[in-house]
């Protein structure tokens, strides 16, 4: 167990809502999160402490284990987060082709970090929920 593969300290503000309730409860901060997930001044951890923390944890493990393959288990935007920063994309794609959830993906070390595949269940949400 590490815990720098925690979920976004985000949830921790929205613990025990549900989506539709967001706009009523803490209004304007589901639409910052969709339009602007990199500006949210409401948010106990930014999308860039967030992003460092996960890419942290896979360096350290790919220099603990540089020919090994190795599981990484983590939520929707720790993964999403990560996977964006490691292959070179963008932050600002952060709701653009997020894996569902029970999502592998499957990530090859280098510069810039490449992307073999991804598999998820058929039934998997998208995202944003419909």
Do not use: C, N
Request: charged fraction near 30%.
């Amino acid at each position: 167990i590490d815990l720098r593969l925690t979920e976004w300290r985000l949830a921790d503000r929205w613990a025990g809502l549900v989506w539709e309730e967001l706009p009523d409860r803490r209004p304007g901060e589901l639409e910052a999160y969709l339009a602007h997930p990199q500006q949210l001044p409401f948010s106990p951890e930014s999308l860039a402490g967030l992003t460092e923390r996960m890419e942290e944890v896979l360096e350290d493990l790919h220099r603990r284990h540089p020919d090994g393959e190795v599981v990484v288990v983590s939520h929707q935007d720790p993964v999403q987060a990560v996977r964006l920063r490691l292959t070179g994309g963008s932050p600002d794609l952060l709701h653009t082709d997020k894996p569902g959830h029970a999502a592998v993906i499957s990530l090859r070390p280098g510069r810039p970090w490449r992307e073999d595949g991804i598999w998820q269940p058929a039934d998997a949400e998208p995202f944003p929920p419909t």
